[in-house]
């Protein structure tokens, strides 16, 4: 048994030839992050980041609903420890998210493992989750490292040249690139509603609860979202329960 697994990880690819495929397949991601990283990049430093800090949250967090989020909150002037734990929230599906790639790549060691945990996102799980059988394969972490790696690039340099470009366009069009932060959250929104309307019941219960906490409890913005989005969570658990029982 032992001989068969042997052979089957031997009889991968060069790390060349694993490695372009790799790029192959990151490389939608990359283009499909490039206009949200740019608007992500204008918005950022339409709150009053510095084009460092813009181009740093990206290096760093790599998550772009969360940090289009997080630009939003920063220029409502919400407080830090906010910011923190609504991306938090926002991003706790990551966990998932590991928790599945770890079953996937049980094989790798954890030297591999814990960077390429790092790079995960909607988008480069969906595609990791597309090629299991890479895991299987001898250069495997070479395929996983490699697409992370050109969607990573392709957020990192959006965002630097929407930072960039949000110093040259008139004030007009800059601000108006807030409406990516909506747009974002409905084009992860649209999708699962179409699978399962009780999703879009959450959402819009959510949204009743941020505006009967922002607006007629005078709760600050920043908390507002964090308990909005708790709560819509938990009443999620319960109304897709049936879901994950059946």
């Known amino acids: ?122 988008e480069t799980f969906a595609v990791s989750s597309l090629h299991k059988e890479e895991a299987q394969k001898s250069n495997g972490t070479y395929f996983y490292a490699s697409l992370i790696i050109v969607a990573y690039f392709g957020w990192v340099f959006g965002s630097l040249g929407g930072a960039l470009l949000g110093d040259i366009l008139p004030q007009t069009l800059s601000t108006s690139m807030g409406i990516a932060l909506y747009a974002m959250f409905i084009g992860l929104l649209v999708p699962s509603i179409k699978k399962e309307w009780r999703i879009g019941l959450i959402a819009v219960f959510s949204m009743g609860l941020n505006y009967v906490f922002n607006v007629i409890l005078s709760i600050s913005s920043g908390w507002s979202i964090v308990l909005a989005t708790v709560i819509g969570s938990f009443l999620g658990v319960f109304l897709l329960k049936e879901d994950d029982a059946s």
């Not at 990880?9 to 490695?19: D, E, M, P, Q, Y």
């Not at 949200?36 to 800090?53: H, P, Q, W």
């Open 1 to 122: 048994m032992e001989q068969v697994h042997s052979n089957q990880l031997t009889n991968g690819l060069s790390k060349k030839a694993v490695i372009k495929q790799g790029a192959l397949a990151g490389f939608p991601i990359f283009l499909g992050y490039l206009p949200i990283a740019i608007a992500y990049g204008v918005l950022a430093k339409e709150s009053g980041l510095t084009t460092f800090e813009t181009t740093m949250m990206s290096v760093l967090v790599f998550a772009g609903a969360a940090q289009l989020m997080a630009a939003g909150m920063f220029a409502a002037g919400t407080m830090f420890i906010e910011i923190v734990i609504a991306t938090f929230v926002l991003n706790f599906r990551h966990f998932i998210m590991s928790m599945s790639f770890m079953n996937t790549t049980k094989n790798f060691s954890l030297k591999w493992k814990f960077p390429l945990s790092l790079g995960l996102t909607d």
